[in-house]
């Protein structure tokens, strides 16, 4: 494929996901939770779906400028400190929701969102720092290019506060699989930790593997993206015969609940 067919596809797989994130919050936003402390937990994790949709969109977005050749560089700088604000808040909605339930209480709301705070303004630093001088075009994403990007243990750090707490926070999640009897609770524990990890651990093997410039690893990486939202949808909405067959309940069978 082109660069213009390979980004035009990135750009409507990236409009039609951010659709899928969208449709989860709205379908999970109607859980009912009788709780305050655990209503505000299950909000913040609709927060997530719904940042998370707000961020892929304005990928699209930008990607779809980069196939119509519009790439003016202060559009985009702005769209990136906007993107990066959003991926905070999403971000601190699912960390603070899977410490949440792995805790039962709220103590940690605050202080993830004085983490989160500083956080974007060290992505704020980063890019500033390192100086945006164009706009790319490549086969798959329209990006920023910078005149010296920085490297080295800030760069590392970044990376690491993106991705790392999410997958200790799901593994911390996945160990309540051994600790829970009913089977409804099981099945969630199981479906969204592990959806979370390889979601989360996914673009540290592409780092360290050098992946992010193959065309599979360019599909494979948006499909994984699609089917841990997917899988989580599942683990709150099963399907019938999954139901029927093991006994696991949805939301719509669910009493309001903490």
């Keep these: ?30 859980r009912v939770v009788s709780s305050s402390e655990a209503r505000i937990a299950w909000q913040s994790f609709t927060i997530w779906w719904y940042g998370l949709a707000a961020t892929t969109l304005t990928r699209g977005f930008l990607n779809m400028l980069g196939v119509f050749g519009l790439t003016s560089l202060s559009l985009f700088v702005t769209a990136t400190y ?26 940690s709301r ?25 706009v790319s075009v ?40 051994f600790r829970v009897a009913e089977v409804t609770q099981k099945y969630r524990v199981l479906l969204v930790s592990w959806s979370i990890i390889i979601w989360f651990l996914s673009p ?20 994984i993206g699609l089917a841990a939202a997917l899988t989580i949808l599942m683990a ?5 015969w999954l139901k029927q067959r093991y006994g696991i309940l949805s939301l719509s069978d669910e009493n309001p609940q903490g």
Excluded: E
């Excluded at 213009?4 to 899928?20: C, K, N, P, R, Y």
């Excluded at 959003?86 to 601190?92: E, Q, V």
């Design 236 to 240: 709150y909405l099963p399907p019938r």
């Design 138 to 177: 490549s086969r798959w994403n329209t990006t920023l290019t910078y005149r010296a990007p920085l490297t080295g243990p800030f760069f590392v750090m970044v990376v690491v506060l993106l991705l790392l707490p999410q997958i200790i926070g799901g593994l911390a999640y996945f160990t309540l699989y």
């Design 1 to 30: 494929m082109t660069i213009q067919s390979t980004l035009l596809f990135s750009t409507l797989f990236a409009l039609v996901s951010a659709g899928v994130y969208c449709y989860v919050a709205w379908r999970l936003s109607k």
């Design 204 to 223: 540290l093997f592409a780092l360290a593997g050098g992946l992010a410039q193959h065309d599979w690893w360019q599909l494979v990486s948006r499909c």
């Design 82 to 107: 906007i993107n990066m604000l959003a991926i905070c808040i999403a971000l601190w909605g699912l960390l603070y929701y899977l410490i949440y339930l792995f805790t039962g209480n709220s103590r």
């Design 110 to 134: 605050v202080p993830l969102a004085i983490f989160y705070i500083i956080y974007y303004f060290m992505l704020v630093y980063y890019i500033t720092t390192s100086i945006p001088s164009d």
